[in-house]
């Protein structure tokens, strides 16, 4: 095989597990470590990966992954994530799910849950709950970002200020080792902050693949997090943090 058709695939099994192996680029296509090597320079070179030491990352950026990309990553992650998630939402409860793909797989999850008040500003979270009879659902309003549909900006923050949440469920586009959560939108963070600020209680839904990213603006620190639901081992002494913090961490096997 050429590196004209490797290109394509070395890039798409990036965008599923986050990043790339030499060794394991090797084995998959038959070829030389060097041959490898040479293919991941090649595509640094022209800005669509990110070489590090024995393999390759998705580029960190300013601009975020394409959704319908985003939905298909690490989706058997996600899945056992939003299982151990939902499990721990109790019934007659207030909750709040933002805006991603992580938080629209723990929507999925509360379909048989009764008695929710579900406030949201992700137009697919709402679509999915609409399944729930059980499930009073409150838009935020706002300004919608057709990309995703979400809704930012002003109006869906004086929203969420009208609510105390008894418990609010949110996703990230990025954390780094210092256990900041990280994200490319300033009017979506400012949200997620008012949404932090409003909830007794907050859960985060992250998969691994959001450590070996980054994104230029901090939402807040898992230290402001009560449970942290992932899908491996945190970067070393991140866990240490946690325990420190008070923020369980649950790691959930697809």
Partial sequence: MSQTFRHPEILEIARR???VTVEGLA???GVTLQT???????LSDMGRLERVHG??????????????????????AKHAMARACAE?????????L????????????????????????NINVANILMANPECEIVLTGGKL???????????ATQTIRQFKFDLAIVGCSALD????????????????????????????????SKFQRSAPVKIASLSEIDTFFTDAPLPTGLSDKCAEWGTDVHYCQA
């Fill in 55 to 76: 393999g390759a990352i998705l580029p960190s950026g300013t601009v975020n992954i394409a959704y319908e990309e985003r939905r298909s990553l690490n989706s058997d």
């Fill in 88 to 96: 721990q939402i109790p019934e007659d409860a207030s909750i709040f």
């Fill in 27 to 29: 084995d998959h296509f």
């Fill in 145 to 155: 970002r057709r990309a995703d549909g979400g809704l930012i900006g002003s109006l």
């Fill in 17 to 19: 597990e986050g990043r």
């Fill in 177 to 208: 080792a210092d256990g900041d959560m990280l994200d490319f939108d300033l009017q979506e963070v400012e949200v997620s902050q008012t949404i932090l600020s409003q909830s007794r209680k907050t859960f985060l839904v992250a998969d691994h």
């Fill in 36 to 42: 490898i090597r040479r293919d991941l320079t090649e």
């Fill in 98 to 121: 933002n805006i991603g793909t992580s938080t629209e797989a723990v929507a999925q999850n509360l379909l048989h849950h009764r008695n929710l008040l579900v406030v949201t500003n």
